[in-house]
C-alpha cells in the first residue's frame, strides 16, 4: 500500500485566495482525520471522520474551513478565503481501529 | 477533554546514550500510541501501548494504565534518532488522539 497520500506537499498562496488540500487513505480504513501543525499550538485536530461521515468538526476554527469526504478513498480539506494566520502544516491521517498513518502532510504558506 | 503532558521539553544526547520520555495523561486512556516525527516532518506511528510493555528494537515503552502515564526508552541512541517524539491518546479507537506538545531529542555524534 502507499500509505496516506496528501496533495500538495507545498503550497504558496495570497491572502484571500481559495485553497484546497486533499488526501487518499489507506484503502480499508474507516476513520479519516485531519490535523493542523503549528508551533505555538502543535498538533490539533480540525474534523474527523467515520465511514465517510463527519463525526466532529469543533476543531475548525472558522467558517472559512470546510472539509468534505465524498467517499471512502477521498477527502478535501478547503480554506476560503485564506488568511496569513492559516499558514501552517496540514496533516491528513487515516485508521482502522488504534493505528494511526499520517500522511506526509501539505505545508501551507498565505502571503 | 483528554490532556497530554510530556517531558522533557527538549533534550541533547550524546550518540549512544539511553534516554526515558515521559507522557502523563489527565484521564484514562485506552488508545495511546507514540509518534516520531522526523527532522523531514514525517510523523511515524512506533507503538501502540495502551497498557503493558512492548520493544521494537532499540526503542521499548511502557504503559501503567492506572497511574496514566507512558515511557519511551531509547537505548544506545543514534543521529538518526532525532526529532520529535509525540505521545498520544484516546478514550476509544474511533475517536481522535489527542497529541502532547512532544519532546525535541537531538542526538549528536
Known amino acids: 500500500d502507499a500509505g496516506v497520500i496528501q496533495s500538495p506537499r507545498h503550497e504558496v498562496t495570497e491572502m484571500g485566495q481559495e485553497v484546497t488540500l486533499r488526501c487518499k487513505p489507506i484503502s480499508g480504513h474507516n476513520s479519516l482525520f485531519w490535523y493542523r501543525q503549528t508551533m505555538m499550538r502543535g498538533l490539533e485536530l480540525l474534523i474527523y471522520f467515520n465511514n465517510n461521515v463527519p463525526i466532529d468538526d469543533s476543531g475548525m476554527p472558522e467558517d472559512r474551513f470546510s472539509a468534505k469526504m465524498p467517499n471512502a478513498s477521498f477527502s478535501t480539506l478547503k480554506i476560503q478565503p485564506s488568511e496569513p494566520r492559516d499558514s501552517a502544516v496540514y496533516f491528513c491521517?487515516?485508521?482502522?481501529?488504534?493505528?494511526?498513518?499520517f500522511g506526509s502532510g501539505t505545508r501551507l504558506t498565505v502571503v | 477533554g483528554i490532556q497530554v503532558e510530556q517531558s522533557p521539553p527538549d533534550l541533547i544526547l550524546q550518540e549512544g546514550a539511553n534516554s526515558t520520555l515521559r507522557c502523563n495523561f489527565s484521564?484514562?486512556?485506552?488508545?495511546l500510541q507514540w509518534f516520531h516525527q522526523n527532522p523531514w516532518g514525517q510523523l511515524i506511528n512506533l507503538f501502540y501501548i495502551p497498557s503493558g510493555t512492548k520493544q521494537n528494537g532499540r526503542l521499548s515503552a511502557t504503559t501503567v494504565a492506572t497511574e496514566r502515564y507512558s515511557l519511551l526508552y531509547i537505548s544506545s541512541s543514534q543521529t538518526t534518532d532525532s526529532g520529535v517524539y509525540f505521545c498520544a491518546g484516546s478514550n476509544s479507537g474511533n475517536t481522535p488522539l489527542v497529541f502532547g506538545k512532544g519532546t525535541r531529542l537531538s542526538v549528536i555524534a
Open positions: 491521517a487515516s485508521s482502522y481501529g488504534y493505528g494511526y498513518t
Open positions: 484521564d484514562s486512556v485506552n488508545n
